[in-house]
């Protein structure tokens, strides 16, 4: 299924294959490192006959969760190509809202996640990896504004659906292992 589901990206246009390949080589470290740990850090057969050797359950786990991520990413090139910054702000904080009940300040995650968003995509590229860990210019008296929509009863009756499906989704699966 994540084979298909990777396959069927480039139905999305060359636009947005664009923008993941970016995203991609923005974090080839993180997904070099997620192989790395996976692929040499659990234990199973070796590969070869090397105590260096990667064993072959964690190369099968690290080409999954090689594919899961890669897979995130698209789904955020998606949202970051098809929806304005406001929307997509506003969606999160809808989202998020329920964790009020739970004691966590959902404000604060849309607020970070819109500075991350905003810092990856006007980072410069730097000459030197040095000037990464340079400060960078900040505004004291920036302030952020995030339009608040209610959810519509077409938005509630698609959460609901999909809801309903990831249940069925785990159900079927506890009963058909």
Known sequence: MLAVACLLAPVFGAGVMRRFGNLVWRTRWLLFSLVLVFAWG??????????????????????????????VLFVVTLFL???????????????????????????????????????VETLPRPRDWRLLLDEPESSVNETVEVEYRPLAKSDIFVMSGLALGLIALVFYATLYP
Not at 52 to 59: D, H, K, M, R, Y
Not at 90 to 118: C, E, K, Q, T, Y
């Open 42 to 71: 659990t234990v199973g057969e070796p590969l070869w006959n090397s105590s260096l050797a990667p064993t072959s359950e964690g190369v099968r786990e690290a080409v999954k969760h090689f594919g899961r991520m890669l897979l």
């Open 81 to 119: 190509e098809n929806m304005p910054m406001a929307d997509l702000l506003s969606a999160s904080r809808i989202m998020f809202s329920p964790l009020h009940h739970l004691g966590i300040n959902p404000d604060r995650g849309v607020i970070r996640l819109m500075l991350v968003l905003r810092y």
